[in-house]
């Protein structure tokens, strides 16, 4: 074991909870360039407050799916070799010296956005809005892998009654209930405008919140049937119908009270406007990849909407909701996990979310 | 036909549905002293911006077991002879001149709190604090009987899906959601304090909301089953149980994050405020019988206590709130309705209400 | 006297405060095309709600201007022969029959936003979205006469301490106090962007409500006059320097808590994301003509924008605002109101408003 | 220098940012008992996320009264000897090794409440109510001193234009802004109940809020002078006049928007309560010394009142206000600051404040 983290570790006062490897399978975004590398790379070390943690499953994020194809957002941002992957849940193995409130043992997913903690933004309620942070798996190594150093500030201890799946997805489940809990939904009528798991998450957020109606809307009947299955009143093919005019006619001819945008499609975010009452509440998170043009005079001003840009999770007020949701049985995700593979099998993952017939895909290490 | 309503209100411009007699029966607070009468009264005259409603269902509220006692409060307010009663669903079978929006045939209920519409008060939103309001079955003859009077603008249109019995408890359903929607619920914690009508019909306000879990408390086993039957988690019994301590094992020692006062008891009061964590929220509908002792720097000051003393119902938002939980299927009052009565046997429905053993009790004229 | 208004009313049950002639001086928007004539008209007949009042002072609208000049939307919707104009502050010379919350002899101004009141918009708090909603001097005829006549539950009584003209451009005022107060101010930074009349005066709502510093933004330097005079901190003329460069210097490199959108102009709104704070609020009043594009991801998403569409005013909320921020000696806006014109000069008062070279433009009859 | 704190420190890792000695001057409870003595104690040590600030100026609390008079409370929590104290501002003289956001040489205030940060109060903005929370000058040693040691996450960083007095009492004043802000008052009336220096500060921050009128109320003549110094509109000598009927008569019977009780003495929270309108705010800081009588069905749940208890401050939500009022002019709350020792007279300070005749009473190390 001279060769082990866990004698490393002690060395510095670490606790380890069982033997860990000084090596560790894990999928490396490997070059400036499309694809991914399934590589044998050092199990990472463990500062004074961060902890390591044994990865039981982890999920492919859109993110992800942008790392791998290569965008210009990628490459503008991340910098190979780099282990990607950031939605994970497992246990913690090894504990830093100055950590207190993680154990040894404790099954733990993880808030990704690691912030400072003393500027401004942090200092008010506005964590995910930190100017100086740093995301897991984009801007330092991720959960693509067996093992992942966090620190233990971010770390969410999960209730054991949940799987690692389930608690793998809590972190883009976390944005769909940062969305959908930004505003009142009890008795509300709400559209939900692009069906991705982020989409179809809110759905069951919405339905759990004591939303009267819920109306899904894509273009992909693959991703309409997950949303029926999260609990959607009715769904609606783009390409078939015309979304707002159904809407219409489903709320008397007013629009609904809310509108979750989920799909950054400039048609859909035009559509979205209408289709929704005056005084309603248009919260976004998905992002149009370029300036769109919007009618701001009759979609905003005249309508006195309210519309909020949604990005993250507040920290940790989201986790506390979306953990008390899973474990009050208020909502069951499960629908929305479609797909398993192990981490050598990646790129199936990747291939299956580039098809978009797919809600969550899980990768187990 | 010479004598009925139909034909007087014809000469002042009315319309009127179908034949309306000229008599009905109603019960009616006789003297100033305990019990009621049935007798048979002229169906009441309706006035421009009126309406008359043939009644279908009625249901008794403790307001109306105090004017049938003759409490304190009934002999200080009540001027006999007086049809009491106010809660109901019916039929319009005559509209004044100037009534535009109710029309002949609609199937409604009523808002009892009849508002001047000018004062500060009824302008900026807080119509149900009217200084000059004037309560149907209280202050002007109420529902108890084959037909009641109202204003047009005190009438709430229902669904037709929606049955007559469900429809009366609207009102008293209306003060179970004002107070539970007086602040956030997803995913929060639960005690509701007294297991009367409006404390069981807010459980299911409560469930339909997303708490994420709802204890109910009360001394009698009969109302702890409607709790149950409403949806609650545990209920305890204060006779048996400490509920503070039981509240506090379930919420890992931090107490609830919501309080509903439905008891008006000051020993289950105090209690409330113990159960409930730092800076949670204490909503009040249960009224003390007299001034009580309360230690505020524990209660509220220290602990951050949000507490809200709720009243009626908001005008018409907690009605579109109602009447949307109850359509869309969120909402299922029906375990509450526990007994039903014609007019006739009303003084079997006033036994039952102070025996405590019911839910909500129905007569049906 | 026989051919008096006072005669005529009398004969309906009405009472009058003293001699109305029959017929009065009026500016009328005579035709289909630009301008206006003064012409002599009949004073309007009274009916049970309504009042008639004595016009004192009266102020010109940015709408009255289109109306003016004949616009696209003036020609939609303008039937003319009309009386425009909606500004305005009186004393009550008719009472209607049924009027009992107005009197003889009172001094008031008008809620321009004639509603249903009975649509769920109206009953909800909503009054300003009503669907059914006439505007004074657009669809019914206005204010720029000698008498006026609205419905009774549209009067403001006004406090006698405040002057007819002051009195009168509560209205604007109130658009001004709506924005500003839809959101915290108190130690906020703020920037407004567009000095119109609108703009100027919500500088010196922010003022009084506590912000902490005001940033004012226009091309016209006269204007940018008026908003130092009302307590901008700053003023910035945007054909000179890049108002975004400097309110980011003046805010740390953050941006400001909170923009007033109050021009309309494309460029303008674009900026206004620019130099708002991460988690910002940006209030829009001004109008685009047109779509216009917008970097929505930047813009609201990433920063987490609450983003507010305003019209009217909340009715009758911003008017207890409005009223008790002028009576206290919180706000002064009388640097506002530049110019004075007897009724009969109207075509200077808007040449002027024309020119932008003014504040509120007051006509007196 | 062998003996310095610069030495020992070095040793360790620490900045220090000029000649620091061993042993300093600090007013310490020595006994369980009443009184204070003046002595000459060791500079305390620095550990590596701390900071060491010398005192420029401190302020004597209420509760420092309460330990330096040793009441049951004080018996029950503080430890002799002690170093009490804990409004203060200063210059940050050494810096632990892990301090990364506070440098030597800043000039600094400090949040009292030393919280955990890692409980479910701290991670969802309720900071203020830590389970964990140790006190500084209560639970750890405090400012009445030449130094005093921090954790660099309690320090808050003073704009260099307010005065090192002005600074020491941001402390209370966060208190009384944190009352203050609880709600809206911009427009509103507000009864301020208890003229202490938090009750006289949180009349300056209502007026810089926009409040439309502030009446205050005291039993001592010398404090309603103060609370006139900071703006009040009237006050009332509860001695010599009822203030309820003062109240009703200056709001036109309706009572006040908003209450700030600060005295804790029962009769004065009872009439609070009378001299509030429907539906109004009533924010509690002062602390009723045992459980006390109220009428809460008229007080609260007809009144349809909200109540809130307020402890502490938002962390640092208050701060950001806080220092925005000061550093704006907003706010000016010199004339509170009435009378200034040297810490060696000490005890002049605390006989004064026995003496009600004073507002915050400055300390000079």
Redesign the interface.
């Known amino acids: 074991m001279s060769d082990s983290v866990l004698a490393t570790n002690k060395a510095v006062g670490m606790q380890a909870f069982r033997y860990v490897p000084t090596t560790m399978k894990a999928v490396v975004k490997h070059r400036f360039g499309p694809g991914a590398e399934l590589r044998t790379v050092p199990v990472p070390q463990v500062r004074s407050r961060e902890i390591l943690v044994k990865v039981q499953a982890t999920s492919i994020c859109g993110t992800d799916v942008h790392i791998y194809t290569w965008d210009a957002w990628s490459a503008a941002r991340i910098k190979p070799p780099m282990i990607f992957g950031h939605e994970f849940a497992g246990e913690v193995v090894v504990v830093g010296s100055e950590v207190?409130?993680v154990k040894l043992g404790d099954y733990v997913s993880a808030e990704t956005h690691v912030v400072?903690?003393?500027c401004?933004?942090c200092?008010?309620?506005?964590k995910?809005?930190c100017?100086n942070t740093a995301i897991l798996g984009v801007d330092i190594p991720g959960a693509f892998a067996e093992y992942v150093v966090l620190p233990a500030?971010n770390a969410w201890k999960n209730d054991r009654s949940i799987s690692p799946e389930v608690a793998s997805v809590q972190e883009p489940l976390g944005n769909a209930v940062h969305t959908a809990?930004a505003g009142e939904?009890?008795?509300?009528t709400v559209a939900v405008i692009g069906c991705g798991p982020i989409g179809v998450l809110s759905i069951g957020v919405a339905k759990?919140?004591?939303a009267?109606?819920i109306y899904a809307i894509d273009i992909n009947d693959y991703r309409l049937g997950l949303a029926t299955a999260m609990g959607a009143n009715a769904v609606f093919n783009g390409k078939n119908v015309d979304p707002v005019a159904e809407i219409k006619k489903l709320t008397g001819g007013?629009g609904v009270d809310v509108v979750f945008e989920m799909s950054?499609n400039p048609q859909a975010?035009r559509q979205g406007f209408e289709m929704m009452r005056?005084?309603g509440r248009y919260s976004?998170?998905?992002?149009?990849?370029?300036?769109?043009?919007?009618?701001?005079?009759n979609a905003?001003?005249?309508?006195?909407?309210?519309?909020?840009?949604?990005?993250g999770r507040k920290?940790?007020?989201t986790w506390?909701?979306t953990a008390?949701?899973l474990?009050?049985g208020?909502l069951d995700i499960t629908p929305v996990i479609t797909h398993r593979f192990s981490l050598e099998e990646f790129e199936k993952g990747f291939d299956l979310m580039l098809s978009g017939n797919c809600g969550k895909v899980i990768l187990v290490p």
Do not use: W
């Open positions: 207190t409130d400072c903690g003393t401004s933004q200092r008010t309620g506005f995910h809005f100017k500030k809990l939904l009890i008795g509300n759990a919140a004591g009267s109606a007013d950054g975010i005056n005084g976004m998170l998905g992002i149009p990849a370029e300036p769109m043009t919007l009618d701001i005079a905003i001003v005249f309508k006195g909407a309210t519309v909020q840009g949604i990005t920290m940790f007020d506390y909701k008390a949701l474990s009050s208020k």
